[in-house]
């Protein structure tokens, strides 16, 4: 079974920029839906981004314009650009995939999740 695989956390200055990256652990016949969110201990997991097969993306007002998400096709690892970092985007930021209905022959796993990456925004 495959699993996604994310990176790019890290520890960043208030108006600094990372990139996070969301790919699968190995070679899947499912096509994923790609959403990003973050989680803290106090807060609710929260909705960031989402971006779709055919590029259609959505984001969170709480980010909206800051964050931009992408993917250079169907297949490819899904970017979460973050520039204009706030304290308050300090959070273990999480990846899960979702191949929409009806499934592509051979794939076994709609749903998919990483285990997440940490970002600490300092002021």
């Known amino acids: 079974q495959v699993h996604l695989v994310t990176s790019g956390g890290g520890s960043v200055q208030a108006g600094g920029s990372l990139t996070l990256s969301c790919g699968t652990s190995?070679?899947?016949?499912?096509?994923?839906?790609i959403t990003w969110y973050r989680q803290t201990p106090k807060k609710e997991r929260e909705f960031i981004a989402k971006?779709?097969?055919?590029?259609?993306?959505t984001y969170a007002d709480s980010i909206k314009g800051r964050f931009t998400i992408s993917r250079a096709d169907a297949r490819s690892v899904v970017f979460l650009e973050m520039n204009s970092l706030k304290p308050e985007d300090t959070a273990t930021y999480l990846c899960?995939?979702?191949?929409?209905?009806?499934?592509?022959?051979?794939?076994?796993?709609?749903?998919?999740w990483g285990r997440g990456t940490l970002v600490n925004v300092s002021s």
């Open positions: 971006i779709q097969t055919d590029g259609t993306s």
């Open positions: 190995g070679f899947t016949y499912c096509i994923y839906d």
């Open positions: 899960e995939g979702r191949n929409k209905p009806p499934l592509p022959d051979r794939c076994r796993q709609a749903e998919v």
